[in-house]
């Protein structure tokens, strides 16, 4: 069975082949189209489920579960495309079905029909996601590939900052159709910006002939490589809990608290928490670590999740109580994510995009099945999501103390 090429000799990491702040910038952007599909559509939900006879509250949900999984299953497909055919063609391709699958969304006439229409969307930005780390990667590696990637997230957290917002003013000036047509408009002008400034990144020697013995052997050396698939488990834990948070957040604000109208502010306040934990993170990361640092992150994690959670069991739990272990926890998850990010990557660079297939694959699929079901369990109260980032926080820690043979905080 043929193998993926062994990784090369240790050599000099190629300088970003843009202006580095407008390469983060750019990267960022194809990064926030997923944000954008997913976060404008919350303040929308209930009236999309309205409009097109949604079985229930709970079912409107599917609406980003549907998006959520075919994300997920999409990158399986995309990664060994960008080791083949190089990172521009198959981003290029996919940014442009993803905005006629938007537009399908804007014209769907049933509820079945925008799901379908949401699978497609999903399968097709999942593109962005693999291409994106592995242009990163092609670029940087280690501690710097970090470093570029908590930049990257700072950028890109401004999308769910404001997206819910985007999604209410939509609606307060047309429809929810409306916001279908925004998103796709937004990805043709990222498409048009990639297209004219990013240059290929893979050259022409290093791509791989697609075939599905080497398809094979490249998934089987990215899942039995101790690191890889530790924090790939690890992170796929965390983004359990944080697509919970997402599928929730729109019932959490309207019928425990019941407040809707302050949905915008603490979805941003949440997401605000991320993007300081990422500057952080830039900052910290050269000096301190990756394994450190998401060490950290997890364990306080843990303890932030378990507090909140005696809360909403003591009954006392009020929006301002909410609002601020929410964001605290949120910003655990942001510290953690890039750092694991880059450690799953650390030695996979000669097969970056097939490993960042199988890795966004795992976290997201079984990361969206398990927030699916922290969703579909909302009872009224908050216990089920912060039950979930408990569970997922202790968990992600089992996980990574497996990996690293029980040593935390190992200065790697």
């Known amino acids: 069975m043929p ?3 062994a990784p090369p000799p240790a050599s000099p990491v190629a ?3 843009i202006p580095l702040p407008e390469f983060v910038a750019l990267i960022a952007a194809l990064m926030a189209l997923t944000a954008l599909g ?8 209930p009236t999309i489920g309205a409009a097109l006879g949604a079985p229930g509250a709970n079912e409107r949900q599917y609406v980003i579960g549907a998006f959520l999984i075919a994300f997920g299953a999409g990158q399986l497909l995309h990664g060994p495309l960008a080791d083949r055919f190089g990172r521009r063609r198959s981003l290029l391709a996919a940014l442009a079905v993803y905005a006629v699958a938007n537009a399908l969304c804007a014209l769907a006439g049933s509820f079945a029909l925008l799901l379908a229409a949401r699978v497609v969307a999903g399968l097709a930005i999942a593109a962005a996601r693999v291409t994106t780390v592995a242009i990163v990667r092609d670029c940087f590696e ?3 590939m970090a470093r570029v990637m908590s930049m990257t997230f700072i950028v890109f957290m401004i999308v769910p900052v404001l997206a819910p917002g985007f999604g209410t003013i939509v609606l307060l000036f047309g429809g929810w159709r409306d916001i279908f047509w925004a998103v796709g408009g937004a990805t043709l002008l990222v498409l048009a910006w990639f297209a004219l400034r990013m240059p290929e990144t893979l050259h022409a020697e290093d791509r791989h002939p697609f075939s599905l013995a080497r398809l094979a052997a490249g998934w089987k050396l990215t899942l039995s490589d101790r690191w890889s698939l530790g924090y790939t ?4 834990a965390l983004m359990g809990a944080l697509y919970g948070y997402i599928n929730s957040i729109q019932q959490v604000m309207a019928d425990v608290f019941g ?3 302050l949905l915008l502010l603490i979805f941003a306040t949440t997401a605000g928490t991320m993007a300081v934990a990422n500057l952080a993170n830039a900052r910290l990361v050269m000096r301190v670590g990756t394994r450190r640092l998401g060490h950290a992150a997890v364990v306080t994690l843990i303890l932030v999740a378990g507090l909140h959670l005696l809360l909403a069991l003591s009954g006392h ?3 301002v109580g909410f609002a ?14 890039s750092n694991f990010s880059a450690m799953a990557m650390e030695k996979m660079g000669h097969i970056a995009g097939t490993a960042s297939s199988v890795q966004g694959f795992t976290s997201v699929t079984v990361g969206a099945a398990i927030g699916a079901m922290i969703g579909q369990h909302f009872d009224g109260t908050t216990v089920p999501l912060n039950a979930g980032f408990l569970c997922a926080g202790v968990a992600a820690l089992a996980i990574v103390l497996v990996t690293e043979r029980g040593r935390l905080f190992a200065a790697r």
């Open 15 to 17: 300088a970003p082949p």
């Open 233 to 236: 488990l690890a992170a796929t």
């Open 38 to 45: 997913i976060d404008s559509m919350l303040p929308a939900l």
């Open 317 to 319: 739990e009020t929006l």
């Open 324 to 337: 601020v272990l929410q964001a605290v926890a949120m910003g655990c998850f942001g510290l953690s994510s």
């Open 3 to 5: 193998t993926p090429p």
């Open 259 to 261: 407040r809707p109208r």
């Open 142 to 144: 280690g501690r710097a």
